[in-house]
Nanobody, 122 residues
Framework: QVQLVESGGGLVQAGNSLRLSCAMS????????MSWVRQAPGKGPEWVSS????????TYADSVKGRFDISRDNAKNTLYLKMNSLKPEDTAVYHC???????????????WGHGTQVTVSS
């Protein structure tokens, strides 16, 4: 059974940084392309970033490009998202997902973890 457990969220001031982690168990992490998805209150989910399992290629939503960095450590079965220059509009619950995504293509909800709350104050 797949388990995805996110951590690292919190309350920060605009301009600061946070690093999210996602620990995966139950399936071979290195074989899966992974993503981050976020959902702000009252809004639909938004794909944030993906990292390919085979090629290591990385993609970002335009809203976070240049500010966020996705990475993975296959030895630790862990996915990361380093978020820099945070803005109030980045406030959301952040979920990792064991599927790839892109702009307008959200990983299926069944592939998400429970999420971690990120709140950015102005």
């Amino acid at each position: 059974q797949v388990q995805l457990v996110e951590s690292g969220g919190g309350l920060v001031q605009a301009g600061n940084s946070l690093r999210l982690s996602c620990a995966m168990s139950g399936i071979p992490f290195r074989d899966y392309s992974m993503s981050w998805v976020r959902q702000a209150p009252g809004k639909g989910p938004e794909w944030v970033s993906s990292i390919n399992a085979c090629t290591g290629s990385i993609t970002y939503a335009d809203s976070v490009k240049g500010r966020f960095d996705i990475s993975r450590d296959n030895a630790k079965n862990t996915l990361y998202l380093k978020m820099n220059s945070l803005k109030p509009e980045d406030t959301a619950v952040y979920h990792c997902a064991s599927e790839t995504g892109s702009t307008g293509f959200i990983p299926t909800r069944g592939s998400w973890g429970h999420g971690t709350q990120v709140t950015v104050s102005s």
